[in-house]
Each structure stands twice: as structure tokens, then as C-alpha cells.
């Protein structure tokens, strides 16, 4: 009977600590919309958040699409052999890294890098009494440091996300010129065949979408984290696992919303 | 009265920290609040600048109540209040420049040009000449501590408040903290309240010393009164001889 009551107990606690934690975050969130308007507090840091979000995930967003377009082609040309004209490797190629594999590997690639850093480095600033500083000489500390990393992810997540969306393709087309029997107009008349202008728009849409997630679940665990180093450490995990069970969330309520 | 708190009640779960915690702070005077590890001190002093609000009870500041304070009126409030973190705080992105001027940046009535000027003469206060460019991470603990206090009194605020300013300082560091407390309320006539457990700092600094225990204020009264007190917690606590605070009243 006392293990079934701990059992309880702990469900409980479990659940008590969940729902304040949304209430938590839900609160920050508004706390962050009302912030907007002290544009004095977070417009001097966008231009330097954008660059730390964006320009700076380059690299990784980059390296992930180029290995996926290449891996795309050749398992397409693989499925493909004999029964579909070859040129369809270029429609694969396309749909599949604009519709999902640009933006999803992109945001989930980018949940570790932006969103572990932002949880890390907000974490670290609360329990080093940073936070606290910044409220005793009268800056608001949601529009200083909450504010400018999620208009920055908002708008750079887009980008991007349309760079990896390219360089995805392309680099299946180098991978089908090179290792395929498949010239380059074909790949490209492969692409055109299905190619639809509202699938970049599409991809752009979760792109912002993914940004937001990111960086907002980066500072909601960040500005909540207590205890020393251990909660720093434990902030950023939770930031990175919820940040990407949301992406793959998003991901399907885009498909279903935007796709039927 | 400047400061005052007015039976307030703070808990953080089941565990109950302040309990009708009551005191009056007199302008222009240094209050130190003792009290063991874990008494809840510092938990007060937030009370004061608006980092924590009661669960019961009011805390007054220049007749204004914090607990009913909007977010607005509490910056502006914060505008007199220095506050010396613990460990510092300091932005360890900034220079020690940036972070002693960053109060002042938020002031819009300050001319910006002379924002260096202002930083520069706070850091002669606390004997950090030179120091402007220095990151935190290039300064030792004594240092770190005296450029939170420049930090905290550069918008020459009406009260300072001091979280534990000579924690984990050897003596003689501990002694020039002290000093530069006593320099900040001569020279800028401001009102201290400082959180300490080192009694012998205590009686250096202040005008008037209470003594938080479980929750509430066990005395208050001049560092004379509080010496002579024969309360066996006041006693133990001062000399420290945890038998006698083993006593309950």
C-alpha cells in the first residue's frame, strides 16, 4: 500500500510540476509579447543575435543538406531503377529536401546548437545572479535577453533553411552527375516536374516556426534554471529533447494543416 | 522610516523562511542583518528591491508599497536602490567599464558623454583605477566585490544594498570592504543594509544590528545593545557557541 501511495505521490508531483512549468513558460511568453514594445532594450542586440543564430549555424545546416541531397539521389536512382525514368531522381531530390528534410534536419540540427547555447547561457546567467543584476538596475530582462534571440531565430531559422533547401539539391545533382548515369538538364527537368513556388514558402513557414520553438524553449529553460552547474546542465539537455519533440510536432501539424 | 518591513511572510514550498519578519531601517543609517546560514537574510534583502515579493505582509520602500508595485514603477523605484550581489554578478561578456555603466545607460535624464567620466570616478571609490578594460574574469574575488559596489552605487542611489560583501575574503580584504562601506555612507550619505554572518564586521560597520532567527527578528538594537544582550541565541550566535543557541526560549 506505501509503494502504491509513493507511486501516486510521485505521478502527482509529476503532473503538479508539468502543469506549473507550462503555466511558467506561458507567462514568459506573454511576458515576451508585452516586451516588444520596449524596443530601446532588445534592438541594439538583434543584429548581434542574428548573427550568432543564423550566420554562425551556416556551417552545420550546410554540411547536414549537402550529405542528405547526395544520400537522396542515390537511394532515389537505387528505388527507382528500371521502373521510373531516372530524371525523377531530380523531383525526389527537390520535393523531398524543400518539403521536409531541409527545414526538419535543419531544426533539429540547430535545436542542439542555438538552443543548447541560449538554455546554457541564460541558465548560467541565472544562477550566477546575473538576472537578478540586470533587474536591480532597471533592465527588463525579458526584453534584454528573451526578446532579441527569438525575433533573431524567427528570422534567421527562414534563411537558413532555403540555403540548406538549395545547396541539398544542388549537391544531389552533383551526386547524380557524378555518380549516376544522369546529365544535369535531366536532373533539373526532374526537379521543375513537380516543383511548386508555395513549397519554399511552405519550407519557410516551418523554418520560422522551428525558430520560434527553439529559441523561445532555449530561454524558457534557461530563465527557470535553479540550482549551480548540475541545473545548467539539466536546463540545457530539457531544452534541446522538448525543443525537438516539438519540431517533429510542428512538423506533422504543418503537413496536416498546410499539405491537404 | 525609508525601509520598512511590515510582518512579512515568505515560503518556498513547505519550507517557511520568513515569518512575520518586522523591521524599520532610519535613512542615512547602516543596518546590518545577522543571522545564520540558511536564515533566510538574503531572501529578505530581494524583498526589498522587489526580486521576491511576500506571500503576506508589505515591504516599504521610500512610502512606496513593493509588493503592490506594476513592473514600470518597480524599474523606477530600482533607480534608488544599489544592490552588491554576493558573488558579484558582474556580465562576464562586459568589461569592468561596460558594467559599472550599465545603470547609468538606462537613465535618460544622464548625458551619455558622461557616462565614462561617472565610471571612471566610481572605480576611484572603490580603488579600481585602470581597471576600465579588464573583464571579470581577470580580477580576483576582493576586486570582483568592490566593482559590484561601483556597479551598484554609480546611479548614486539613496540605499545600498549588501548581500554577504566580505563572504569567502580573507581578513585584510575583509577589512577594506568594510572601510569602503563606511567611505559609501559618509561620502555619499547613503542608507546600508548589510546581510552578513561575520559578527566582527558587523560591529565595524553599523549603526544598528538585527539579528534574523527563524524567520523573524530575534533583536534589534545598536551594536552596544546587541553586545550586552543576554538572550542565550543573541549571545551564542555572537560568540559563537552553538550550546547556548541549542536553548529554546
Known amino acids: 500500500m506505501s509503494a502504491l501511495a509513493a507511486y501516486v505521490t510521485a505521478v502527482g508531483r509529476a503532473a503538479i510540476g508539468s502543469v506549473s512549468a507550462l503555466g511558467r513558460a506561458g507567462y514568459l511568453g506573454l511576458d515576451s509579447v508585452r516586451a516588444l514594445r520596449k524596443v530601446s532594450l532588445w534592438a541594439p542586440h538583434l543584429v548581434g543575435q542574428m548573427a550568432r543564430i543564423g550566420v554562425d549555424s551556416v556551417p552545420i545546416a550546410l554540411f547536414i543538406s549537402t550529405f542528405t541531397g547526395i544520400v537522396l539521389a542515390l537511394q532515389a536512382s537505387y528505388t527507382f531503377t528500371g521502373a521510373v525514368p531516372l530524371y525523377f531522381v531530380g523531383a525526389l531530390v527537390g520535393k523531398t529536401m524543400i518539403l521536409e528534410l531541409g527545414p526538419v534536419l535543419t531544426g533539429l540540427a540547430l535545436s542542439g546548437r542555438v538552443g543548447a547555447n541560449i538554455a546554457a547561457e541564460i541558465g548560467t546567467m541565472r544562477v550566477t545572479e546575473q538576472i537578478d543584476a540586470l533587474e536591480t538596475l532597471a533592465y527588463d530582462p525579458v526584453a534584454y535577453l528573451i526578446v532579441p534571440r527569438v525575433l533573431a531565430g524567427a528570422l534567421m531559422f527562414p534563411m537558413v533553411v532555403v540555403l540548406a533547401d538549395a545547396i541539398g539539391v544542388l549537391a544531389g545533382l552533383g551526386a547524380s552527375m557524378a555518380l549516376l548515369d544522369l546529365s544535369a538538364p535531366q536532373f533539373i527537368r526532374g526537379v521543375r516536374l513537380f516543383f511548386e513556388p508555395f513549397d519554399l514558402q511552405f519550407s519557410a513557414i516551418k523554418a520560422i516556426s522551428f525558430g520560434i520553438t527553439v529559441t523561445s524553449v532555449g530561454c524558457a529553460f534557461g530563465f527557470h534554471t535553479r540550482g549551480g552547474a548540475e541545473g545548467v546542465g539539466l536546463a540545457t539537455t530539457r531544452a534541446v529533447v522538448v525543443s525537438s519533440m516539438i519540431i517533429l510536432v510542428l512538423d506533422a501539424f504543418w503537413a496536416a494543416v498546410l499539405l491537404r | ?162 548581500d554577504e560583501p566580505t563572504t569567502g575574503l580573507d581578513p585584510v580584504t575583509t577589512a577594506v570592504i568594510d572601510e569602503m562601506i563606511v567611505r559609501m555612507s559618509e561620502e555619499l550619505n547613503v542608507t546600508g543594509v548589510v546581510i552578513s554572518h561575520d559578527m566582527k564586521s558587523a560591529f565595524r560597520i553599523s549603526d544598528r544590528i538585527a539579528m534574523l532567527y527563524e524567520g523573524s527578528v530575534r533583536i534589534d538594537g545598536t551594536p552596544d545593545e546587541v553586545r550586552a544582550s543576554d538572550d542565550p541565541i543573541v549571545k551564542g550566535f555572537i560568540e559563537g557557541i552553538p550550546e547556548l543557541m541549542a536553548v529554546k526560549p
Open chain 2, 1 to 162: 522610516m525609508s525601509i520598512e518591513l511590515v510582518n512579512v511572510h515568505k515560503a518556498f514550498g513547505a519550507n517557511e523562511v520568513l515569518k512575520g519578519f518586522t523591521l524599520s531601517i532610519k535613512d542615512g543609517s547602516t543596518t546590518t542583518i545577522v543571522g545564520g546560514s540558511g536564515s533566510g537574510k538574503s531572501v529578505m534583502l530581494k524583498h526589498i528591491v522587489g526580486l521576491l515579493r511576500p506571500d503576506e505582509g508589505d515591504v516599504w520602500v521610500d512610502e512606496h508599497n513593493i509588493s503592490r508595485l506594476d513592473q514600470e514603477s518597480l524599474f523606477r523605484l530600482r533607480r534608488n536602490v544599489g544592490y552588491v550581489f554576493q558573488f558579484a554578478a558582474l556580465f562576464d561578456s562586459m568589461t569592468i567599464a561596460e558594467n559599472v555603466g550599465m545603470g547609468l545607460r538606462r537613465m535618460k535624464d544622464f548625458p551619455k558623454e558622461e557616462i565614462p567620466s561617472r565610471v571612471s570616478e566610481c572605480l576611484h571609490l572603490v580603488d579600481l583605477d585602470g581597471y576600465e578594460g579588464h573583464l571579470p574574469s581577470q580580477l580576483s574575488g576582493g576586486q570582483k566585490k568592490r566593482a559590484g559596489l561601483a556597479r551598484a552605487i554609480a546611479t548614486r542611489p539613496k540605499y545600498i544594498l549588501y
